[in-house]
Structures are given as C-alpha cells and as structure tokens.
C-alpha cells in the first residue's frame, strides 16, 4: 500500500480528480513490479538521493517516490515538468540556498 507525505497530499488535493487518479495509479504500479522491471522510459533514479526515483506520470506530470525495503513506495512530491526543469537547470532560480 502507497504511503503519502505530506507534501504529496498537499499537491494531490489542488490536481484535478484525473490528474490526480494517474498519479496514484502510477505510483502504484510500481508496488506490483520488482525495481529491476520498473519501466526505464518513465522511472529513473534520482542519483544523489538514495532510494528515491522520478516517475514520468505523463508529459507535464512528474511523481517523485521513495522506494524503501523492496516494494514498500511513498509517494513524497508531485510536481510539474517545468517547475523540476527549473529546479535542476538553475538552482538559484527556485529559491534552492546554495
């Protein structure tokens, strides 16, 4: 079963009800697949964090996981394809203290 941080419920509740069913479907798939059959095309591995993966939900949806344990996932943010852009690309830009 999907764990939910806070900040996941807090994006969930402003998504539409659509929006919102595919990012918990999403997430949820990946309970069900073991990590090495996780779909390359749409999850990646966040390299400097341990444990915690991208999921493409679709274009501008991107769902960020912590996987613990095997299977166990928590759905921790939920944010926008450019809005991750932005934070990747130019640090500084989104408020990120360096």
């Not at 949806?61 to 809005?83: F, S, Y």
């Amino acid at each position: 079963m999907i764990q939910y941080h806070s900040r996941a419920l807090t994006v969930l509740s402003s998504l539409t009800d659509e929006d919102r069913r595919r990012v918990i479907d999403a997430a949820a798939a990946l309970e069900k697949e073991p990590r090495e059959d996780w779909p390359k095309d749409r999850v990646v591995r966040i390299d400097d964090l341990k444990d915690f993966y991208l999921i493409r939900v679709d274009p501008s949806l991107r769902a960020l996981v912590r996987a613990e344990n095997g299977q166990r996932i928590e759905l921790v943010d939920v944010v926008r394809k450019e809005a991750f852009q932005l934070f990747r690309e130019q640090p500084q830009a989104a408020g990120v203290p360096q």
